[in-house]
């Protein structure tokens, strides 16, 4: 059975940090593309980062230069650093798998709030 379990959210002031874990079961994780995905209050998911299966990264403008996403393909686990953050990043944060497009798996997210 295919889980992403996410972890590593919670409330941090304004120009903190957190790291975001997503531990994947049940696939062949070297061979998936590895997304992390945000959904604020009243708004769309929307793609932050993306890592591939080589390791190629790409971010989402508003993140650049702030996070970072990394994977350990011996464990099994893809990370978002999140540096220096806003109150708009405040959002659950999900998990993603995807192989070429046809295979997709979804963490049920974990919550990250940005407040004084």
């Known amino acids: 059975q295919v889980q992403l379990v996410e972890s590593g959210g919670g409330l941090v002031q304004p120009g903190g940090s957190l790291r975001l874990s997503c531990v994947v079961f049940?696939?062949?994780?070297?061979?998936?593309?590895m997304n992390w995905y945000r959904q604020a209050p009243g708004k769309e998911r929307e793609l932050v980062a993306s890592?591939?299966?080589?390791?190629?990264?790409d971010y989402t403008d508003s993140i650049k230069g702030r996070f970072t996403i990394s994977r350990d393909n011996a464990k099994n686990i893809v990370y978002l650093q999140m540096n220096s953050l806003k109150p708009e990043d405040t959002a659950v944060y999900y998990c993603?798998?995807?192989?070429?497009?046809?295979?997709?798996?979804w963490g049920k997210g974990t919550l990250v709030t940005v407040s004084l």
């Open positions: 993603n798998a995807l192989y070429r497009r046809v295979r997709s798996y």
């Open positions: 890592i591939t299966s080589d390791g190629i990264t």
């Open positions: 049940g696939i062949n994780f070297s061979v998936y593309g």
